[in-house]
């Protein structure tokens, strides 16, 4: 075919192609418009609608509202209401209170003015009585008063001499008992030598002529034998005797186990007397920790030091009038132990401060210081419980006791030392309490005479019957009492006992 024709035929087509693509397409345009005015028309009413939706909603919330305001606004004018006639009745009760008021004020100061004019009259009818009583009595008011006072002081003197006389007589037996109970059942549990041991510090020799011997020439073997051993030896005209003196126990023995080496061997001189002390001392060492452990084992106390054990066999050879020390030890050891038993106290804690209560005595001689407190500072020095500690400072209350088992070391203590046969004075000591406690006696007004009897634990006073009545005499044995207390140091408890005796006699004719 012929190439323009064929171009002629393609043009044809390219224009009824494109013809009919516009014609399409304008009449799918239409069709968009049409549609899209439609949904624009629909839109709008919708709109319309919901905003006259809107519209009626919120005028009916201001409807509501202002409904719901006017019925505050109501309730609050009626509150008002309310409140006002309150007030109103209020301020009448207050002017019928304030005229009421004015009325018992009015009453009040009538009364008042009634009472002072009677109080007036009183005062003269009290007056014009008071002086013709006086008159009458031939006393004036305050001497009446005074009287009247001075009967009433004596009254209540009797009465309160009366009932503590009466209260102690009730505590004292009830005291004796519950004690006699309990000592008793303390002393059952132990028996103990009723005599003291004894010692003496005295070497025997077969002969005075060793007393040469000792002395040395020009006295240089006792030179030697007093700076070895710290003691002096006294050698007089007593036969066959030689006596060892020294403060200090543990050396005193040690002089005296020499001395006897030495005697006993028949070498005196100086280089022997050095090997012979310090043979000696090594001897009493170990009968001094020997003595310390065996008190231990009798006391039944463990645990301790043994530089404690050490220093407590030291008072094996200290003696107090009398009486051993370490066996007075292991007695209050004894002794409280039970005590603490029968109380429901602890009985280890004062098991072992009744045996370490005199430690210090071992240490005294060479430390200045009270026995109690040397003693607690060496078992507090070596690890001793601070209860034992205390029981063994306290013991003699130099620091107030605050346990029971320091009180109950305290009474075992006084028991070992004032029990029968423990304690021995000197005759000089044993008269000069007797004249003490007489002295004491008859130094209070009334006493007609004073005896210290059954060996100054008791002292008996005669007084004048016209001076001392009955409760003077229970005032009088007390205060006796708590004066010897305070002035005198003694064993054991004195007894006073106050003799009144009222005698009336007449003749006959």
Known sequence: ?????????????????????????????????????????LALEEAENHARKLELDAEQRVLARREQLDAEIR??????TRIERRLEQREEALERRATSLEKGEQAVRD?????????????????????????????????????????????????SARRVRSMEQAARAEADTRARKVLATVMQRITSDVTAETTV????????EVKGRIIGREGRNIRAFEAATGCDLIIDDTPEVVTVSGFDPVRREIARVALARLIQDGRIQPTRIEEAVEKARREVDQMVEQAGRQAMVDAEVTGLHPEVVKTLGKLRFRFSYGQNQLRHCIETSWLAAALAHEMGANVEIARMGG??????????????????????????????????VHCVEAHHEEVTPETVESLIVIVADAISGSRPGARRESTHEYV?????????ATSFDGVEQAFAVQAGREIRIIVRPEKVDDLGASRMARDISRRI????????????????ETRASAVAH
Request: glycine share 8%; no cysteine; charged share 35%.
């Open 355 to 388: 045996l370490l209560h005199d430690l210090g005595k071992a240490v005294d001689r060479e430390m200045e210081g009270t026995h109690a407190r040397l003693g607690a500072d060496i078992a507090r020095r070596f690890g001793v419980p601070r209860e034992v």
């Open 432 to 440: 000069k309490r007797l004249e003490a406690l007489e002295a004491i």
């Open 111 to 159: 009364r008042t003015t009634a009472l002072e004019d009677s109080e007036r009259e009183l005062d003269h009818t009290l007056q014009r009585a008071r002086t013709e009583i006086e008159r009458v009595a031939g006393l004036t008011a305050d001497e009446a008063r005074q009287e009247l006072l001075q009967r009433l002081d004596e009254e209540l003197r009797e009465e």
């Open 485 to 500: 207390e305070e002035t005198l140091q003694y064993p054991g408890e004195i007894k006073v006992t106050v003799v009144r």
């Open 75 to 80: 309730e609050r004018r009626s509150e008002v």
């Open 1 to 41: 075919m012929d190439p323009v024709v064929l171009l002629l035929v393609g043009g044809i087509s390219l224009l009824l192609g494109g013809g009919a693509v516009f014609l399409f397409t304008r009449t799918g345009a239409n069709n968009m418009l049409r549609q899209a005015r439609e949904e624009g028309r």
């Open 201 to 208: 510090s005295v070497v025997p020799i077969p002969s005075d």
